[in-house]
Every structure is written in C-alpha cells, then in structure tokens.
C-alpha cells in the first residue's frame, strides 16, 4: 500500500541534543499524525495536526503541518533516554477513514 | 485518549492452526481497524471494520484469510486462519477517536512454527 516518505530511517544522538525528523508525500493531507512505539507496545500518539501551517507542541515535542499540506515534521528538544523508539508519522486523506503510515525513524540515545 | 485491549498479548501458534484476536475499546466508537506490523516494518492496515456491516479489506488481504467481527462499537475480533510462519507478525487492533485520530491497543504478538 501506499506509504509516506519518512526520513531520516534511523539516527543516533547523544542525551541532550535535538532531534528533527520529517515525512513527504506526493499527495495532501487533511491530517497528520505522529506515534511513538517502543518495544513491544502499540504506537501511542503524540501530536495530531489538522490545519495547514498549524504547529503543535506537547512537552519537548514540537510538530508543524506543512503548508503545501504535503509534509509534516516532528523535533524533539533536549532528549532523554525514554525518547527511545521508532516514531511514525501517518496522514489521513479528506473525507477517508484510513491512515497512511510513514515507514518509521528509529531513535537511538547515547547517555 | 482511548484505552484499548487485545487479547492475548502474545501466541505460539502451529501451522494449519487458526487463531483469533480480540480487541476491547473502552468507549463506543463508530471505526475500528486492523493492521498487521512485521519485524522492523511500518504498519500496514489489514481492514476497516464498522459495527453492523461487513470488513473493508485493503488489497492483498481478504475474508476467508482474515475474518472479522465486529459485533458491537465497543469490541472487534480477527482471525488468522490456517495459518503459516509468514502470519508470524504483530497484529494491532485500532479505534477513530475524534477529531480524526487513531488509538491503537498494544498488540499481539503471534509466532507461527
């Protein structure tokens, strides 16, 4: 099935620093959603996007819905250890019920 | 946010075998859905269940492979039906929660030998 463009795939950064991931699609979105999964559980959501241009924080977690409705991005400031896991991004089409999933950024720590 | 169960959290299943899948929401909700994530993999949705009609199956995935329930808004089964190691995947059970987002529950993780 169809999948956004997430990158990078995987990073590897030192506690403390701060993260920026991204997704891309051909195609726009009316929603943008992002998960966090760690091992073993199911995705939980993190932020949720409804508005182009909209920017959305939650804790140390910032997302922004592109303006072209086509992109979104996730930055993690000042991370710790439990930000560990794989973050996805998923878009939802107007009017449809289903998300579209981005392949994933698995996010590593070193303390 | 929703709260979500599945059961069970985990199988080892043998080939030929079928297993089914339950998944619990704590509140009525009009959509749930079923996506399949293989090791390292992305999610990727098996089908779209209402209460009172039958599945929408996405391409590649159908009825007699992957049967599903959905007997009222608060409680969906899946079935992975004979079963092969290719199946060995975690299955996740969703739920629309409004405005336009999903909850997911924690998955079962099954294992086909």
């Known amino acids: 099935g169809q999948q956004l463009n997430q990158s990078p795939q995987s990073m590897f950064i030192q506690e403390g620093e701060d993260v920026s991931m991204n997704c891309t699609s051909s195609?726009?979105?009316?929603?943008w959603l992002w998960y966090k999964q760690d091992p073993g559980e199911g995705p939980v959501l993190l932020i949720a996007?409804?508005?182009?241009?909209e920017l959305t924080s939650n804790g140390r977690l910032t997302a922004q819905f592109g303006i072209t409705r086509k992109d979104s991005f996730l930055n993690i400031s000042a991370s710790i250890p439990s930000d560990v896991g794989i973050y996805f991004c998923?878009?939802?089409?107007?009017?449809?019920?289903?998300?579209?999933f981005g392949q994933g950024t698995r996010l590593t720590i070193n303390p | 946010s929703a709260v979500i169960s599945q059961k069970p959290s985990r199988d080892i299943c043998q080939r030929g075998t079928s297993l089914t899948i339950q998944c619990q929401v704590d509140?009525?909700?009009?959509?749930m859905f079923w996506y399949r994530q293989q090791p390292g993999q992305s999610l990727t949705l098996i089908a779209t269940?209402?209460?009172?009609?039958?599945?929408?199956?996405e391409s590649g995935f159908v009825i007699d492979k992957f049967p599903i329930s959905r007997p009222n808004l608060t409680f969906s089964t899946l079935t992975v039906s004979n079963m092969s190691p290719e199946d060995s995947s975690i299955y996740l059970c969703?739920?629309?929660?409004?405005?336009?987002?999903?909850?997911f529950g924690p998955g079962t993780r099954l294992l086909v030998l």
């Open positions: 969703s739920a629309d929660r409004g405005p336009e987002t999903q909850y």
């Open positions: 996007l409804y508005k182009a241009g």
């Open positions: 998923a878009g939802r089409y107007q009017g449809a019920q289903k998300l579209v």
């Open positions: 269940a209402n209460q009172g009609s039958e599945a929408t199956y």
């Open positions: 509140s009525q909700v009009t959509m």
């Open positions: 195609s726009i979105f009316n929603t």
